[in-house]
């Protein structure tokens, strides 16, 4: 083969692999899949168009910003993205998380102006415009975040956002949606906090009398009726659209249904005017030209957009999973995260904000007959539809009814307290992550919440190998089969041999229980046996003396004789540890050598001969399959532990030692460490 | 049994248990050990010495509070340590740490004042007395947080601190002390800086102009040769003690010699008033009432102060291990924790700092005969003298030779560099946590830096047991031995069987990667096989729809049949996992459940019929011996694998399932999982 057609090739493959599209669009099977892609995709852009302008309201943001969310990095997917199922676009969790970021950096309040010498209100162009800027900001960032994990195959950090975790987060995540769409729906206005505990700060103090762009200090009893009636019908529809789903030929859209009835109550009985009612106002039709992002926010906003990142993808890729399962195909996971990566990287040139995965509009996509990607490409053009010629017509579409549909979106999350009671039935260390997420996330605010939810995800797994089971196996007779004699009454141990198991690996935080459980399980005393027999030395050593002294003064003139030469190698051989020379000022944490070659010398004592009661067993077998790896400090107490009962006149063997090279031994049976 | 003598029972046991040496004293073999003790006792305290005025120094306190932290503590850790031979006092690391809080609180420009209105000196004394208040603060909180750490038993704690570890932060530590001490040993004053980095800052600008205490801003070659006559001579007694240690009764006190001889030089030469070297100054002779801390400074410290209480205890506790192992006797770990607590509580009442156990004069305590803590309160009463009578005498001693010996005391943890090689030989997981250890304490300070170590070698945990080593076993022959058919020539594969283990638990972390494991080391495509089968069975159902079409259209006069009760129930059949109804709207994270009743239903077709590809094996057993405990997402994953194999026609069973009620399976044996 010569260099160059290898060359060509491996382009190709790359170019397989980061634009997929070439790999599917010339198999796609029009006659088969287009007419349901193209129904898919007009169901599921009808469904952009609210979902877009609610979810730029809940990130602080104007709405247009949410259509062209619901455009840029739609339409983007189709090139990058293998699931041909996912609706991604604008998600509630992540507009909140962006949400909670504008509102702290960029507070309505920095933006009050005095008209007239008097009454202060905000300049809420100068705050959107600014606004826009830093999300796009945030968005690029996110994006060049998911496009680096990506191409570093560091897909798999979502495997740190266990299930649980996630479930946990989100509920929490929606808890903080409810709480900021609640001035939308009682049309108040209220000061925008945010950093750890800001939701009680907001929910103990709805109604503050702070200059505001809502006139109206309280309640505004127009705004809550709207929202009210808006909220129960499309409660009532979304559950026939659920009853009926088999029956009907796409899901009724009642979302855009009540934003186009209610846009047009509202220009009619001029409901901004006359009732004070909060309108989404201006919405500027056409496409904008990209805008480079402004790089000074990068500082401020990069834990944020890691943490968006990180949760965006991992919404994505479970979803995926689960339709690419249910309908026999693949999703590449690190190509997914480039897909996104790359969505909401361009999507931040033309002030889109960072985009995920909506579960609703995916099983919209999914159960209105999509097969692929071409149904998002038809999402997007209904948007782009939109934005040019009819989003300017939204523009008298009352608030309260865009808080109406995000409110309702929520209730499949919060079904997900459900999960309080299955986990409790099912693992009760899941529950702790799950209870433990939703109060830091909801007392530290999404990004501070996602780490410290993270940290203690992982130290549950060091609590759970910290305190294992330990037992001692005995032989169900007549076969080779070990089990905990507590447990098992068939079990029976072997005479003269304890075989000892933990249920877990052991490592520096639980070795020494390991050491300790091993000594109260074998059933004998053995540091008490280990000091009675030091002291019945030291008593010989000093009747040897005496002996000797004795015989020093009869024998004297005689000169040196062997029997001096004698103390010195008892001395050696009195089994303690010499502490080594090293060790000479340090810390005190010096590994103690084991000179195991002395303690076999034939001259030492046996405890029979001291007169001391022998253990009821010769040997100890340390059982080794749950042993994963091994540190340094496992070795020093696995030393001890040889040391110990070498002491009291017992072996110690190691069975089912893995041979992978984390440990020393690598004999396929067992084997005695130390001991050559 | 009456409940009085029951209850005056468990007081005078909890009375031995807190008050040890009410047990050991009566049996105290006064011929035996009592003269040893008395030797010992005296050389203990002519190191005590020197040793409390160097550390009070590294304290950044009056050199007189070391003398008391030599003797309180010590003094009152005879009634409640059970360690024979540790010698509890001041202790570099620990030192070190109070320093860098007493430099970054109460820094010496905080005390400049305005003398003739030119040049600003200052207020040593001032600054000194605010500095005692707030480290008796510091020490009482390290007692509290001490006693009820080990009333609650929870010494385990230190087991966070692993060897490699303790040992990195303790060389870290020493290079802290080194360079806080280089400024005594050339007679130069720099600014007190303390934060992260501020070491960097420290070293960078040795000299600078500031106004200082000291009179000279640049070295002063008095003190420089000062110090290193003194460090050498030190340095040369020290190694000559180690050489004959065997043949002298006590070792030289050569620093006790050094400051005796040094202060009556400068006294004799008025170092101070001709040199400019800066000397300990004024010594106050006898004890004072105690003081009651200032609490106000509780929350300032609480953070240093449990850092301080946790690696104090660490460094005795490890220290009293080693020797009780030698000796042949048991120092109880949580009655340790409230010995130190006790001390350093009541101590910081009569201006001590936190102290901690010094391997150096341990060692002297035991090779000197030291046999009990009588040996302590012989020590303690050598300072008590000193304090009362001939502390004052020491005015005249230059600070550069505090600071020698203080260099000089740190060989022995500059040796531990030793460990990088001998990490890297032993354990590379280790060796990074030594190095990260390391640097963290040397750029983030000892505070911020203990706790990020902490923090990494725990995910070191995480990181080993997430890469575990997977492998597919087969059976040496004629055993019952199973062994990696990669590893292991002998090892062959059971024909139709094949045997997983990973060398790892299985959890949220690591779960999928063992799914892709199994599926790839099984040796077919599952994944491509699952696709192929659906497709099939598309094919099938398309086919039986034209077919069913046709008979419908022939048979349209029969009215309904049988045939189209057929479809729904094949339409079950396709084995695709339904998404659950709960999920509707939630974050795509919902679990699958597992529906494998409808699966096993005759009527499903098999490979062979679909004309595809039967796999080579028809059996695949989970070797589950490493797995310690279940969560829930392993549960979802393990019901995947489960599925999927179900669905390429082959068995999955569970084998050496650990029954302690952490997994649902409690039978001995191989156990198929949902197969009931």
Chains 1, 2 share one sequence.
Not at 396 to 423: C, E, H, R, Y
Not at 521 to 526: E, M, T
Not at 610 to 617: A, D, K, R, Y
């Amino acid at each position: 083969m010569s260099p160059s057609p290898l060359h060509s090739c491996s382009t190709s493959s790359l170019l397989f692999r980061f634009l997929p599209f070439l790999r599917w669009l010339p198999r796609y099977p029009i006659k088969d899949w287009l007419l349901g892609d193209i129904v898919s995709g007009f169901s599921v852009g009808i469904m952009h168009l609210p979902q877009g302008l609610a979810y730029a309201l809940l990130a602080g943001l104007p709405p247009v910003t949410g259509l062209y969310s619901s455009f840029y990095p739609v339409f983007l997917y189709f090139f990058f993205g293998t699931s041909r199922h996912n609706s991604v676009g604008p998600f509630a969790v992540i507009s909140v998380m962006i949400g909670s970021l504008t509102e702290s950096l960029m507070p309505s309040e920095d933006f009050l102006e005095s008209v007239n010498g008097s009454n202060a209100t905000v300049n809420e162009e100068l705050r959107d415009t600014r606004r826009v800027e830093l999300v796009a900001t945030i968005t690029v960032l996110t994006g060049i975040f998911q496009v680096l994990l990506g191409l570093l195959q560091f897909g798999f950090v979502v495997t740190y956002l266990s299930d649980p975790l996630v479930r946990g987060y989100t509920t929490a995540a929606s808890v903080h949606v409810l709480i900021s769409q609640l001035k939308n729906v009682f049309g108040v206005s209220q000061s925008e906090h945010s950093g750890p505990l800001s939701l009680f700060v907001v929910s103990i103090y709805p109604p503050e009398h702070i200059p505001s762009s809502c006139k109206l200090p309280d309640t505004n009893v127009g705004t809550l009726v709207t929202s009210i009636i808006a909220m129960v019908s499309i409660l009532i529809v979304k559950e026939l659209n659920h009853k009926f789903g088999a029956k009907l030929p796409m899901p009724i859209p009642i979302e855009l249904i009540t934003i186009i009835v209610s846009t047009g109550i509202s220009y009619g009985v001029n409901l901004k005017e006359k009732f004070g009612v909060s309108v989404v106002g201006n919405i500027p039709s056409g496409l904008k030209p990209p805008v480079v992002p402004n790089m000074s926010y990068f500082g401020q906003v990069v834990g944020n957009a890691f943490a968006i990142a990180v949760v965006g993808y991992a919404i994505c890729i479970s979803l995926g999973k689960i339709f690419a399962l249910k309908h026999g195909y693949k999703v590449d996971s690190n190509q997914e995260l480039i897909a996104l990566g790359l969505c909401n990287f361009l999507g931040g040139f033309f002030q889109c904000f960072a985009i995920s995965c909506s579960m609703s509009r995916s099983l919209v996509q999914e159960s209105t007959g999509g097969n692929s990607q071409v149904a998002g490409v038809i999402a997007s053009l209904v948007i782009l539809v939109t934005i040019v010629k009819i989003g300017e017509l939204f523009r008298d579409l009352p608030k309260a009814i865009l808080a109406a549909i995000i409110i309702v979106n929520l209730k499949g999350m919060f079904k997900q307290f459900k999960d309080l009671s299955t986990l409790w039935k099912s693992n009760k260390v899941d529950l702790l992550v799950w209870v433990v997420t939703f109060i830091a996330t909801l007392l530290l605010n999404l990004d501070i919440g996602l780490a410290a939810s993270v940290a203690f995800g992982l130290l549950t797994v060091i609590f759970r190998t910290q305190l294992p089971h330990y037992s001692i196996l005995g032989r169900i007779s007549d076969t080779d089969v070990y089990r905990d004699v507590v447990e098992y009454e068939m079990a029976q141990e072997v005479p003269g041999v304890k075989i000892f198991r933990s249920s877990s690996t052991i490592y520096f935080a639980n070795v020494e229980l390991y050491a300790e459980a091993l000594k109260k399980k074998s059933g004998i005393d053995v540091d008490r046996l280990i000091e009675k027999k030091k002291k019945a030395l030291k008593k010989l050593k000093k009747q040897q003396k005496k002996l000797e002294k004795e015989k020093h003064l009869t024998e004297v003139s005689l000169g040196d004789t062997a029997m001096t030469r004698v103390l010195p190698s008892l001395d050696n051989n009195t089994g303690s540890p010499s502490l080594p020379q090293s060790a000479g000022d340090g810390p005190g944490v010096a590994v103690i050598e084991l000179s195991a070659g002395e303690r076999s010398a034939p001259s030492e004592p046996t405890l029979r001969s001291l007169g001391l009661p022998q253990p009821s067993f010769s040997a100890v077998i340390l059982d080794f399959s749950p042993v994963s790896f091994v540190d340094t400090v496992s070795i020093k107490i696995l030393k001890n532990i040889f040391r110990d009962f070498r002491e009291i006149e017992v072996d110690v063997f190691i069975a089912s030692c893995p041979g992978e090279g984390d440990l020393q031994s690598h004999e396929p049976r067992a084997s005695p460490l130390a001991h050559s």
